[in-house]
């Protein structure tokens, strides 16, 4: 196939160009030459697509078999980069479904994953539905470690194909770790104030901390974020940090640090709403909100995608991470109930795990599940959205006006 840009007939109509132009204006403002480059593949609209789409799916199913997949690119080719051609034809040829979805015909037209299946064609190492990502040898460490990601995070092999072609360890997966990192330092900073490492909440000057959250002092809004950089001792420290870095950094890897620190976020946030809606006299402290929000929606993509995941020992490990939350939710829940270490302040609550894993299996499910597709595109998105900001809402109204209306007895400041 050459390897030379098509030129388009006269009666053809142009598809729009993702360009990176230089603007050159005369001095009048009224003239301006756009130099494009030529490197580009063409993009178009995702309406137009939409429009070819129907053409060739008169049911409206959703789905076009691979034989009007074909005519469509004999069709249209001309319009096409020839290594988009080759990669569009690679992928009819290759679907062992024999129908092609129209979320992947717009991913691909789209030039969405044109770059890493164009390299997988052209070195013909590897196929779409070739061999294997996990057959492949002669792989250096960091190619291994990325291969190992993709086959703990992803269900779907051209997924797991395209993101081992594409990451590239730029930027790292610096989020997790920083969170990390300073949960350590608050931790070692108050261990070696305290003097204390295991159940630091029993000094007496635990909460006089500017980062926990206290009902108490709940006007103070940063509060209900910075409570997570606290923990209640070594015990809680360690098992959350634990879960934390084994989970969080490889979703990280693959969903990037804005995904992942929205949903990380929306959990820290919920289990401190949780906490003043539901156990109103109680502190709370802990990152468990977050973790149990990536936890919980991890555990839930594997579950829905339980023949697709190729994780080793999958079950077992599925069982051992549902232990490990089994035990961090256990130790809070009797340390809650656990005499005061100085009444009548209750201990911390537990409640805020139980928002974070709301949050996970909602809102960080539809993150999760929905790998290199905008979620500003994605209706199941919006609605967990303003569904979680409506219960943020009510929790703000909840906050200001319920302790007033109910007299709710509430412990001393610290």
């Known amino acids: 196939m050459e390897t030379s840009s098509p030129r388009m007939t006269p009666g053809t109509r142009e598809a729009p160009v993702n360009s990176s132009p230089a603007v050159a204006a005369n001095a009048e403002g009224e003239e301006i030459e756009v130099l494009e480059s030529t490197d580009v593949l063409p993009v178009a609209p995702e309406d137009q697509w939409k429009s070819m789409f129907d053409k060739y799916d008169p049911e409206n199913s959703g789905f076009i078999s691979t034989e009007r997949f074909r005519d469509l690119l004999a069709t249209h080719g001309s319009e096409l980069d020839p290594h988009k051609l080759e990669v569009l034809l690679a992928l009819a040829n290759g679907n062992a479904d024999g129908k092609i979805c129209y979320q992947d015909f717009v991913n691909l037209m789209s030039n969405k994953r044109s770059n890493s299946f164009r390299r997988a064609i052209l070195q013909g190492s590897r196929q779409l539905k070739g061999c294997s990502l996990r057959d492949e040898v002669g792989l250096g460490l960091p190619q291994r470690l990325v291969r190992h990601v993709a086959y703990e995070t992803l269900p ?3 997924d797991r194909k395209w993101y081992f072609d594409s ?5 790292p997966p610096l989020l997790i770790l920083a969170i990390t990192i300073a949960e350590v330092a608050v931790f070692m900073y108050y261990g070696f ?3 204390r490492l295991v159940l630091q909440v029993s000094s007496p000057l635990f909460l006089k901390s500017p980062l926990p959250y206290h009902p108490q002092l709940r006007a103070q809004a940063w509060r209900y974020l910075s409570y997570s950089f606290m923990h209640t001792g070594i015990e809680h420290l360690s098992l959350n940090m634990a879960m934390q870095l084994l989970v969080g950094v490889p979703l990280e890897m693959v969903h990037g640090a804005p995904r992942i620190g929205l949903v990380y976020v929306c959990g820290v946030l ?3 709403l949780a906490v003043s809606v539901t156990d109103m006299t109680a502190p709370v402290v802990g990152s468990s909100g977050g ?3 990536l936890v919980s929606a991890h555990l839930a993509n594997v579950v829905m995608n339980w023949s697709g995941m190729k994780c ?7 069982a051992m991470a549902l232990v490990c939350m089994s035990v961090e939710f256990g130790r809070a829940v009797w340390l809650r109930f656990y005499p005061q270490a100085f009444p009548p302040c209750p201990n911390p609550s537990f409640v805020a795990h139980l928002g974070g894993v709301l949050v996970g299996l909602t809102l960080g499910v539809v993150v999760l599940q929905n790998y290199e597709q905008r979620l500003q595109e994605q209706s199941l998105f919006w609605i967990f959205f303003c569904v979680y ?4 809402l009510c929790a703000v109204f909840w906050n200001v006006f319920a302790y007033s209306l109910l007299d709710v007895r509430l412990p001393p400041p610290p």
């Not at 990451?167 to 930027?171: I, K, L, N, Q």
């Not at 080793?312 to 599925?318: D, H, I, N, P, W």
């Not at 900001?389 to 943020?392: E, N």
């Open 312 to 318: 080793q020992f999958k079950l077992f490990r599925m």
């Open 389 to 392: 900001a409506l219960f943020v």
């Open 291 to 293: 973790v149990y929000a």
């Open 270 to 272: 919920a289990g401190s």
């Open 156 to 158: 779907r092999e051209v």
């Open 167 to 171: 990451y590239t360890y730029c930027p």
């Open 193 to 195: 104030q305290l003097d």
